[in-house]
């Protein structure tokens, strides 16, 4: 008998072909209320589950006593609960590497339009608002020759400080769990205290997971160690800031502006006091969105998938 695949995302229909060639597979294109008990009801035979941006909790993984793996189409795994994997002994694939570049695209495009306030001008000249020389209330501040602080030099981290100091002149200082290396050979990068990070650099951007131990960890504290002409980037995870304090510190104007592109809540609700704030650009959590990257992060998942439930050794496994 062919195993059961549960697919929570929409997938270009080559690779559902592919898994429909080897499995029997039910596809739901989100969950939300109205079909939660559908897809619960789905797991209940499901030897492996495919998808994204849905948080996993033990009780859906309960509801799956048959399940082997899971395949997430991201590189981010805090949708699931990693040692709840470890005690069943169920596997968790992930997407590190495709994503790396585009995120760090999407990055510096923050760290560009908070510095440039490239969203702000637009929607003046939008407004009509242009009449003549703009004047010194609307210029910005330079990126080319300043430092970047990286809070945690993993895969996108060094990606963001290759862009830094091959294409801006940058100066990197950075914190991580360990040194590397390699980011100090080739980029010039200088390790620093957590507090250095946060007292030395222009722009302040964390690439950490969001675990147990980085949840909140950016918070009043480490704002008030930030220069004032410093801009905050957080394409991470919402949920590492305590955002209540990064509003504060942006409508205090403690630190110049923030680019970001994830909330402690997502969809971020309409009436966040982000929104009413001019030195802040926003984004809907798009760090790998684009056609050739989610393709790629797709195809990574989808060989996770099958590779599990073939006995082998999935490519990418975080659990
Ligand atoms: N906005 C978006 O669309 C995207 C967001 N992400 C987020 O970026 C995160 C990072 O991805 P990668 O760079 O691939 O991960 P990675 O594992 O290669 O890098 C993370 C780095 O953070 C370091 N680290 C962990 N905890 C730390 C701490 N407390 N202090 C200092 N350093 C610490 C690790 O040593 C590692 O070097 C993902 O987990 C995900 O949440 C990833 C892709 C796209
Ligand atoms: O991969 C991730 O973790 C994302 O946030 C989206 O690509």
Redesign the pocket.
Known sequence: MKQHVVVYKKLPEDLLQRLRDEFEVTCFETVNAGNRAQFQAALATAQGIIGASLPIGNDLLEAAPLLKIASTVS??V?NFDLDYFRKRGLMLAHT?GV?NEA?ADAIFSLILASARRVVELAEFVKAGKWKGSIGESLFGVNVHGKTLGM???????GAVARRAHHGFGMKIVY????PNPEAEASLAATYVTRDELFQQADFVCP????TA??ER?IGAREFGLMKPSAIFIN???GRIVDEAALIEALQRKTIYGAGL??FEQEPLPADSPLLQLPNVVALP????ATHETRRAMAELAVDNLIAGLRGAQPVHLAV
Do not use: E, K, Y
């Not at 809070?151 to 981290?157: E, F, Q, S």
């Not at 959590?285 to 790998?288: A, D, K, R, V, Y």
């Open positions: 590189v981010g805090d590190p994503l995120t809070l945690g030099m993993g895969r996108i981290g914190h991580n769990t360990r690439m950490l997971p969001l131990q980085t960890t394409a991470s995870r592109d994830v959590h798009i760090g790998s």
